[in-house]
């Protein structure tokens, strides 16, 4: 018996679902339901964002934010992974930092633009400085909890057999932590694209994706340009999440099975 692959199933249900979408902001945009001044037919801004794919402006400013989605989340993983083992090693330690993080994470970090602009001259250092603290919350919390899931007989064996922390750390947390801490970096990823747009569009500067919607707003039909350049976006997204899932398929097939098991 030929069994049907999960993933082939979502992935058509998916289609059919951005389809029956498609149709049905094409037929309000063109019925009148919606006014095609505010929001395009849904057929006008697919072609809009098929142009895009040719304008040399629009695909610097996809590299310009790539650049620093990569960047933030590179930063953000430097941080937050060494950090996350701090605290889930040392409990102290974590008892008196908690307080301060747990106010820190429930501020937005576009709530921080303002004090940023007049903290940083360059616009460059400021989207990284954001993307890396709002970024760093999923990364650190997924490590620190990847910690605690560590089976404390295998580092009690390696201990007896004269290993120090810093072996069992290596040999033993690390990769039981590591699942986490992939999963963490794929939250991370979104939340430094939906960051990086986000400072661009209302930091100012010259490039990146939030700057062309700047641009383009004062142009002929800023809305298709606006939306379209929206559309791309979700889709980066998409793929960027699409490519952690499969990364973490791959790498860490033993935790899956691990878990279904469980």
Do not use: Q
């Amino acid at each position: 018996m030929i069994r049907r692959n999960p993933l082939d199933s979502r992935l058509f249900c998916g289609a059919v679902g951005v389809a029956v979408l498609f149709c049905a902001l094409e037929i309000a945009g063109r019925t009148g339901l919606i006014d095609p001044l505010a929001f395009p037919p849904a057929s006008a801004v697919a072609g809009r964002a098929a142009s895009l794919v040719t304008d040399p402006e629009f695909l610097s400013d996809v590299a310009s934010t790539l650049g620093v989605w990569a960047l933030g989340l590179l930063a953000t993983v430097a941080v937050a992974v060494p950090a996350g083992f701090l605290l889930g090693s040392l409990p102290r330690v974590e008892s008196a930092l908690r307080p301060i993080m747990e106010f820190l994470r429930p501020i937005p970090s576009i709530a921080l633009i303002p004090l940023a602009l007049t903290l940083f001259s360059d616009r460059f250092d400021m989207k990284i400085t954001l993307i890396v603290y709002a970024a760093t919350w999923p990364v650190l919390i997924n490590t620190m909890y990847g910690l605690k899931d560590v089976d404390p007989l295998a580092k009690e064996t390696l201990r007896s057999f004269g290993f120090g922390r810093l072996a069992v750390l290596w040999w033993i947390s690390l990769p039981s932590t590591a699942p986490f801490i992939a999963a963490g970096v794929r939250l991370a990823s979104a939340i430094a694209l939906i960051v990086a747009i986000s400072v661009e569009l209302l930091g100012g500067g010259s490039d990146g994706i939030g700057s062309f919607v700047l641009e383009t707003a004062g142009g002929l039909n800023p809305m298709e340009h606006i939306i379209a350049a929206s559309v791309w976006a979700g889709v980066i997204g998409v793929v960027t999440n699409g490519l952690f899932v499969l990364a973490e398929r791959r790498l860490f097939r033993w935790h899956s099975a691990r878990t279904e098991v469980a």
